[in-house]
């Protein structure tokens, strides 16, 4: 299966952080627990002391008023009395000091709580006071009782020691629970002279005893008591707990093994942590007034331990809610800080990869903004404030025929203008510069190969917080625009027809050739020529063959007149010539040579008729003189026209003068 990397990244960037924590925090929460164990070490066996002082104190307080009570002079009395006799002596003194210990011991009982039985037992095994919680038989019993173990033991003992049985089974007395353990402590009645008279056994109500190590018990941990044999000493508990005579090494076997080896120390098991000692009863005499107790040999020495929880990692870390809570936080927020970094990563890289896009498309756009300058249909250049060329594009420079390495930095721009338009760029120039900030003007440029360029320029100031800049200059080649401007000029100069000027070209003619002749004094003549009949020749061969006559008629025209004469069509089939430097005799032999020649030249008419391809026509002619002081031609026209008038009503053909 192929894992997405994004997938990847986020599982790495979850995973990884929690390993930084846990790598953290387990070494703490170790050192943390290492405290705890040592704690608990140290806890446990305090209580272990604490436990032992208990039951030592408890045990020198038993032993201690089983020697008292062997003491009472009373006991003495009653035994010594009773030792003289083979056959137990029940006369009224014995009576009467028998009812006294009775009284006594049941006191005593009362008063001391832990002891299930008092006896008194004589030499011969006989029980002579027996005070108990259990129910008696009528008193005096007189009971055997030679032929217990405790007996024996006590009578070979001297007086002020004591023998102590092993823990055993007995009647406890109570209903509830008629059964408890019980321990045994006998010592010997003596005598003023040493001898011995009987023996005193109390039994001790073991599980009261011990039921003073409540604070071993519960949560906080476990006592442990047990023989020499690891039999368990302590009275039964719970289901789970260790039943009295029970052996240690079938449910602790590492505890017991520790146990035996050593007098004292601590352990540490499973999920237990095991302080211990040992302790002989049969050294107690050092600690009680005893003057040497014994004990069966093979239960002693007693073990004595307390078991403890032991910390583990998951109690250590569930204990306290604020940190189970903090260490939660701090595996989510290293989670969120992983998924964050994920996500910021990517969305970084989706920046990165809009940001190169856009520089992609900004390095486009620049080089196509850069190619359109450079090859833009108009020119484009920035001039410094001084006017020298700092920026040129390549259009410009192509109509300039200049490198852009000549002109950058090396020339003004002024010095590409030529000396006519020099004074208007100048003028604008300097609008640019000013508080306008742009100006425009129509100059020449002055190429490299000698060509002159119209162009319109127009300009704007680039200013910052510094001033002003640099200039950005559109300029735009006019020539076209010129042609056509001449061209549309000549046209509105021209008559299409024959191509020769109209009146407006005549005009212009006219008021330039007065303003020479005036200069000069040369004499000017107009001549007003009239074809005859032309209508005639309309109607009889049609339009077409007029417009042919009318151009034959200028064409031959041309051809006799000079260069300089001006030839123009002001009407229908009306036309003028201007004569310059022309006298009156000269403009009439013009005149007379124009009529001879249109007389004696047919129009050529193309295919019209079959037979005729020429037609011939006449032409009436007017001349007068452009008199000094007329401003226009207007007089003069009106003059040679008249005459024309004139010769058309002599005949036509002909040519008429009109004296100005
Ligand atoms: N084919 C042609 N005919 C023209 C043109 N301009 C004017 N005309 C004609 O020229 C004729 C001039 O006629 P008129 O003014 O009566 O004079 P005419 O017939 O020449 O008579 P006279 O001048 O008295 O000899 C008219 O019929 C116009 O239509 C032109 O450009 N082409």
Request: aromatic share 8%.
């Amino acid at each position: 299966m192929i894992i997405k990397p994004f997938w990847a990244r986020l599982a790495m960037a979850v995973l990884v952080p929690m390993a930084l924590v846990t790598l953290t925090v387990i070494p703490i929460f170790i050192s943390h627990l290492e405290e705890r164990t040592d704690a608990t070490h140290r806890s446990a066996e305090a209580m272990l002391n604490s436990e032992y002082d208990l039951l030592l104190s408890g045990m020198n307080e038993s032993f201690n008023q089983v020697l008292s009570t062997a003491e009472y002079p009373l006991l003495r009395r009653f035994l010594s009395r009773q030792a003289v006799s083979q056959e137990p002596r029940w006369d009224r003194a014995s009576q009467h000091d028998w009812e006294q210990l009775d009284t006594l011991f049941s006191t005593l009982l009362t008063h001391f709580g832990r002891y299930t039985r008092m006896a008194v037992v004589d030499t011969a095994g006989r029980e002579w006071v027996a005070t108990s919680e259990l129910p008696l038989q009528p008193r005096p019993p007189v009971v055997a009782y030679d032929t217990t173990d405790t007996f024996h033991k006590a009578m070979t003992l001297h007086s002020r020691d004591l023998y102590v049985s092993p823990p055993r089974l007995g009647a406890s007395g109570e209903q509830a629970s008629p059964v408890t353990t019980v321990i045994d402590i006998a010592t010997p009645i003596v005598d003023e002279r040493g001898e011995r008279l009987g023996v005193l056994m109390f039994t001790l109500d073991w599980s009261r005893l011990t039921a003073s190590l409540p604070h071993a018990r519960g949560n906080q941990g476990q006592a442990l008591l047990v023989d020499a044999q690891g039999q368990w000493l302590l009275p039964g508990g719970d289901a789970d707990d260790m039943r009295f005579g029970q052996l240690l090494s079938t449910r602790w076997p590492a505890a017991w093994a520790a146990m035996v080896t050593r007098n004292q120390g601590s352990m540490t098991l499973s999920d237990h942590l095991l302080a211990f000692r040992s302790h002989d009863l049969r050294t107690q005499h050092y600690r009680s007034e005893a003057g040497m107790i014994i004990s069966d040999s093979g239960t002693q020495p007693w073990h004595l331990g307390i078991l403890m929880p032991r910390p583990s990692f998951w109690g250590v870390l569930l204990e306290n809610p604020v940190q189970l809570l903090a260490i939660v936080l701090v595996y989510l927020l290293s989670m969120a800080f992983g998924v964050f970094w994920v996500f910021s990563h990517y969305r970084l890289r989706e920046l990165r990869q809009q940001a190169l896009m856009f520089s992609r498309e900004a390095r486009q756009y620049a080089g196509e903004v850069q190619d359109l300058y450079e090859h833009a249909p108009c020119g484009y250049h920035s001039l410094d404030s001084e006017g020298r060329v700092i920026r040129i594009n390549r259009t410009e420079l192509e109509w300039l025929g200049y490198r852009a390495d000549e002109v950058i930095g090396k020339r003004h721009y002024r010095d590409f203008v030529t000396p006519e338009s020099r004074e208007a760029f100048d003028a604008a120039f300097q609008k640019v510069l000013g508080e306008g900030q742009e100006g425009g003007t129509e100059c020449e440029l002055l190429c490299r190969d000698g060509t002159r360029l119209p162009v319109a320029i127009q300009g704007k100031a680039h200013v910052t917080e510094e001033g002003f800049q640099y200039s950005r200059t559109m300029v735009f080649d006019l020539s076209e625009r010129k042609a056509m401007e001449a061209r549309l000029e000549q046209q509105a100069l021209t008559d299409p027809l024959t191509g020769l000027g109209n009146r407006r070209a005549l005009e212009d003619q006219a008021a330039m050739e007065i303003a020479r002749a005036e200069r000069s004094g040369a004499p000017l003549s107009l001549v007003a020529i009239d074809l005859d009949h032309f209508k005639d020749i309309n109607d009889t061969y049609g339009h077409d063959v007029g417009d042919w006559v009318l151009q034959a008629f200028a064409e031959l025209t041309q051809e006799v007149l000079r260069d300089g004469d001006v030839l123009c069509r002001i009407g229908g089939e009306e036309f003028t010539v201007l004569l310059p430097n022309t006298s009156k005799d000269q403009a009439l032999q013009v005149a007379e040579r124009l009529r001879r020649a249109i007389a004696a030249t047919p129009a050529k008419i193309g295919q019209v008729t079959k037979e005729d391809t020429v037609l011939a026509y006449t032409a009436s002619l007017g001349v007068t003189m452009v008199s000094a002081g007329e401003t226009t031609l207007k007089p003069a026209i009106k003059r040679a026209d008249q005459k024309l008038y004139a010769a058309k009503k002599a005949g036509r053909n002909r040519v008429h003068w009109e004296e100005v």
